[in-house]
């Protein structure tokens, strides 16, 4: 595992960038939020997803020059075309303004059609608490997952998430609707390793933590079964009626040709009415009710969502993002 | 099972509530929303409920009297005192808000602290969707869930209302955080058969599908595992925030105790634009989507969140009510 400063790592991602059609300062924003995802420790969805990124540019699904626009207005709610821009840019736009909004308004709302996968959901999630408003969003997805009671992959495990700011640390949850990813999936089989809990069925339908019986089957579980089933069909059905855009069964299940997906952006403002220092103190009282609860593991602790990242990001920041030599080759090479 | 007309229930149960100090047309409001409740088949959270609210209104914990008030105002987010009131009429009476702010603002919020159990929580979402708007609500609770990684009860099962309008037949999602209710769980037990799936862990510590084994750790699971009970502790958090009212960590976790709860009530509106009937489209195209997976077991169907209310509402309505005889003989004693 190689360890390169976080600069140099943006620095790489922007060149390529810049290559591939993106204005300079697109460039470099669309390289910091890869970046920060690395540096973030979720893995998954900075540097070691940019070649995926990369392929959709290429294929024509992500329009690097495009730019989101405002296409209606009314109070505290915006309706806005992602031109099929890339996905991380127009989220960032898009969080920004309903954090804007949001300021003025108490509350915020942008809905954002016809846009491209925003990478990591926290990044949106992050951007809001850093401002001091608490940020809720969503996306839809490709169909990838069986709702309940279904044997086909026809809704999307829609990511949500809801951040709360915190000046000892924001709290930002972070989850899909599906109780593993593929990647999560693919992980635990290549270490031979059971899920700790059922994570789908397997081909006779039964439950089971075999990730690779899951693989197979194209049965990963909803999570909380018919309880996080429920909640992508809704989140979906509000995204896609509040863009005008496309609905989850409307979109590209093939990975690198999903495009025009429908988000939703909230920002609410807990100092709306003077009080954040006194909403700041209750954040805090229910983090130190969390970490004075009994462990259900001797040596255990109970953590709020997201309580690892500032630990993460500090470690990164100061020894480099860790980067597959790899990965940091076929970068180089682009 | 007596079958009593909604009509006989609803005045039945008014007569209850003036004896007890609600004034006329409250006491008709709070009634019709019990009634509502059992005649959309929500059994546990309506006229069965009954006999235990009127025990918080006699122990002082609910003040019939009471009317919510807002205390501060910014654009499209309002911050309501509830004053410890009847928890159904003020929800009710904070939606409707909601609807009004959101209706001109395209999206509306209000906070309302200080209140009180509001009884089934569906009903705040139906009452959005009724008015053409998307509803988003949810509650803190009394402590009476183990956090994930936690062995005590000290995070709420915070329930979440999503509803989304459709001419066809509104969809609407009321989640708890929790996997199986603990009534959920009782009655499983008392029909001396295992829960579907995991619900929990026994005294040793291992996941469990005993209701009985649940019952008596006190370590229901959250749904989803470490996800709902992350949305749980994020939800308490916005609600006591935006309200400066209670998080679940100080509310009382004696049942007919709990009281001064915080809620979060958000309007969206898919007319903003005129765009009502387009979006109404896309609503029945994610249903008929639903409706046209192959389901997992021969016979089966997937349905969409709520989708069995109306029929519900619409037997309940021609037959009566089912309501219990002991139920009823005691709400006629009262």
Redesign the interface.
């Known amino acids: 595992m190689n360890r390169i400063p976080f600069a140099e790592v943006q620095a790489a991602l922007a060149g390529v960038l810049r290559k591939l059609g993106f204005a300079h300062d697109r460039a470099d924003v669309c390289a910091r939020l890869f970046a920060e995802t690395t540096r973030d420790g979720v893995y998954t969805h900075g540097v070691n997803r940019f070649s995926r990124f990369v392929t959709t540019i290429r294929n024509g699904r992500v329009d690097p020059a495009a730019e989101p626009q405002v296409t209606?207005r009314?109070?505290?709610?915006?309706?806005w075309d992602g031109r099929r821009g890339p996905g991380n840019l127009n989220a960032f736009a898009a969080m920004e303004r309903a954090i804007a909004v949001g300021r003025?308004?108490?509350?915020?709302?942008v809905a954002l059609g016809n846009t491209n996968h925003w990478m990591r959901g926290g990044t949106y999630g992050w951007q809001a608490a850093e401002s001091e408003m608490?940020g809720i969003c969503w996306t839809n997805t490709m169909p990838n997952l069986?709702?309940?009671?279904?044997?086909?992959r026809?809704?999307g495990n829609n990511p949500l998430i809801?951040?709360?700011p915190r000046a000892n640390g924001p709290?930002v949850?972070d989850?899909a609707m599906s109780?593993f990813s593929y990647g999560a999936l693919e992980s635990y089989r290549k270490r031979g390793e059971m899920l700790p809990?059922?994570g789908g069925?397997d081909a006779e339908?039964k439950?089971t933590r075999d990730p690779g019986a899951i693989e197979e089957s194209w049965?990963p579980l909803?999570?909380?079964?018919w309880?996080?089933s429920?909640?992508a069909?809704?989140?979906?059905?509000?995204a896609?009626?509040?863009t005008?855009g496309q609905?989850?069964?409307?979109i590209s299940s093939v990975a690198v040709q999903e495009t025009a997906i429908s988000q939703m952006f909230?920002a609410?403002?807990?100092g709306?009415?003077g009080?954040a220092a006194?909403?700041d103190r209750?954040?805090d009282?229910?983090v130190a009710?969390?970490h004075s609860?009994?462990?259900?593991?001797q040596g255990?602790?109970?953590?709020?969502?997201g309580e690892e990242t500032l630990r993460l990001r500090d470690e990164n920041t100061r020894l480099g993002l860790p980067v597959e030599p790899a990965v940091w080759a076929e970068i180089m090479a682009m």
């Open positions: 209606a009314l109070g505290a709610l915006e309706r003025g308004h108490g509350v915020g709302c608490i069986p709702p309940w009671g279904g044997a086909e026809i809704i809801i951040a709360v709290v949850l989850m109780q809990v059922d069925f339908g439950l049965r909803p999570a909380g079964y309880k996080g429920g909640l069909i809704v989140l979906d059905m509000i896609a009626m509040m005008l609905a989850t069964h409307q909230l609410l403002n807990p709306a009415f009080s006194e909403a209750i954040a009282a229910v009710s969390l609860c009994k462990p259900a593991a255990g602790k109970v953590r709020y969502p």
